[in-house]
């Protein structure tokens, strides 16, 4: 189970931190900003993730890839540096959306193996309340 926790009062009313965690030993501490998200694990050594807020949605870089959305149902396919990635922005139920990033063996015919990521659940208000991470994966 995920329980999300404010971690201290901000003074800034624009930015927000929380800290999301689990059974599991991996936490995530998560930064709202006015149009940026910012998520970076517990784990020493781990990149952040930062999203982007542009036009109701989030983007993975300011003009790159969609990456959080309230809007539409969509399926993503990008091959950024020799690493093909797959995203899929789904609803789930009412208020309840899901970002799922696939690394993808071979987007050229579409038939290799597909290994999922990252999962990220968050409301329509784009407030992550759950992230499952593929620890076996291992990007670098």
Request: hydrophobic share 30%; with cysteine; aromatic share 14%.
């Amino acid at each position: 189970m995920i329980v999300a926790s404010l971690l201290m009062p901000l003074s800034s009313c624009n930015k927000k931190r929380i800290r999301l965690s689990s059974d599991e030993p991996l936490s995530y501490f998560i930064t709202y900003l006015k149009d940026e998200i910012i998520i970076n694990s517990s784990e020493p050594h781990q990149l952040s993730s930062h999203f982007f807020y542009k036009d109701g949605e989030y983007f993975s870089s300011r003009d790159s890839m969609l990456y959080f959305s309230t809007i539409r149902d969509t399926v993503l396919n990008n091959n950024n540096g020799g690493t093909s990635l797959r995203v899929v922005i789904k609803k789930e139920k009412e208020g309840l959306f899901k970002t799922s990033s696939y690394i993808v063996h071979n987007t050229v015919t579409d038939d290799g193996p597909i290994f999922l990521y990252v999962t990220y659940y968050y409301d329509s208000k784009y407030r992550i309340s759950k992230v499952i991470k593929d620890t076996m994966l291992e990007y670098k």
